[in-house]
């Protein structure tokens, strides 16, 4: 009974047991999200995907599953919504911004839930990721993108500085894939892409303490590949220069960056990057990394696992490795 429910997936004990007890209303409701995405983008390369993104009221987040919505994911949005969120310097999304991302994915013919949640909880994520497929049949697709910045010398870094650097951008990655691995698997494998940083690949003296917690992200992601290769589980790492977003264009950012300048804005910073960037340019557009995390998603790196991508007008250049 449960294979006439979802015909397009293999029969699977462990599928059936999350879909559980209750059957008549969970049938029902996955009939109802197939017949949904069915008006979606049916020929779209992830047609019939679920795809879950932490931090997805805006930014990089939203622009990866705008760019999934158009190949026919169906789209979870999983945000802390919460702008004032001490001792972080800029404000996060609000509850207003988490309705219009959910807007915009709606607009685009897709299936789109949200859920107002924390990344440093694991039981916020499973219980989001458990709604997800209680709704639409499976989970396939994560990015693990949710994360906060710093910016300041070492020594200026505070106690609760660093907490909560480390347990959103490293402690929240690894919950989110805690959470999500036992639905990947029922699906047969799937895909984690995890948003790392340039700030990654060398030392920085502006956002050093940040840039370590990515460091920690690419290690992360290569032991999550290596854990869960077998289980058709891929894990990647995207790793972005400066994107135009909130957690870039904000006074705390742009002055660490321009100290002698009054008042710099994001143009500034970026036409001070471009001078000496590879490419000539100084920033990218959530678009431009987006586009990264789609190839992840894809047909296209099917064998491939432990990858880090830089997206950084050529920065990757200047890298050791
Ligand atoms: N913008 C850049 O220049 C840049 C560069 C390299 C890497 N990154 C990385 O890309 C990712 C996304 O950044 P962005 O630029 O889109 O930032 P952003 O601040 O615009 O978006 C991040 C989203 O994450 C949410 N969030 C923050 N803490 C959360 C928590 N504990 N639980 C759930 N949601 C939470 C915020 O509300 C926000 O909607 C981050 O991991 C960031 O470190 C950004």
Redesign the pocket.
């Known amino acids: 009974m449960t294979d006439d429910i979802d015909t397009d997936r293999p029969a699977d004990p462990t599928r059936r047991m999350a879909l559980g007890g209750g059957l008549g209303a969970a049938a029902a409701a996955v009939i109802g999200a197939r017949a949904a995405r069915a008006q979606n983008n049916p020929s779209g390369d992830l047609a019939g995907k679920t795809a879950f993104i ?10 990866s599953a705008e760019e999934m919505a158009k190949a026919g994911a169906n789209i979870v949005l ?6 004032s ?1 001490p001792p ?1 310097a ?1 404000a ?2 609000s509850p207003a ?2 309705a219009a991302a959910q807007a915009r994915i709606e607009a685009l013919g897709a299936q789109c839930m949200t859920y107002q ?4 909880s694991l039981e ?1 994520q499973q219980v989001a990721m458990q709604q997800a497929v209680d709704r639409f049949g499976s989970l396939d697709i994560v990015v ?6 710093h910016a300041g010398p070492i020594e200026s870094v505070t106690a609760d500085e660093i907490s909560i650097l480390y ?3 490293v402690g ?1 990655y690894y919950k989110t894939t805690q959470a999500a691995v036992p639905h990947l698997r029922n699906a047969g494998g799937g895909r984690i892409i995890y ?5 990654s690949r060398t030392g920085n003296g502006i956002f050093g303490s ?1 840039g370590a917690t ?1 460091w920690a ?1 690419n290690g992360f992601a290569k032991t999550a590949a290596l854990a869960y290769g077998r289980d058709g589980i891929l894990c990647n790492v995207v ?11 904000n006074a705390a950012v742009l002055s660490a960056i321009l100290p002698d300048a009054a008042n710099p804005t994001f143009d500034d910073v970026s036409a001070a990057i471009a001078s000496g960037s590879t490419l000539g340019i100084g ?2 557009e ?1 678009e431009d ?1 987006a586009k990264a995390v789609m190839f992840f998603t894809g047909e296209a790196s099917r064998q491939m696992t432990g990858e880090i991508m830089d997206v950084s007008y050529g920065d990757a250049a200047r890298s050791v490795a």
């Open positions: 932490t931090g997805g009221a805006r930014g990089i987040g939203l622009a999983f945000d802390i919504a919460t702008p969120l972080v800029y996060l999304s911004d988490l949640g924390d990344v440093r916020d693990a993108n949710a994360g906060v910045g347990e959103t951008n929240g948003i790392s940083s340039g700030l940040y990515k992200v790793a972005p220069g400066l994107v135009r977003t909130p957690f870039a264009d920033h990218h959530p990394i």
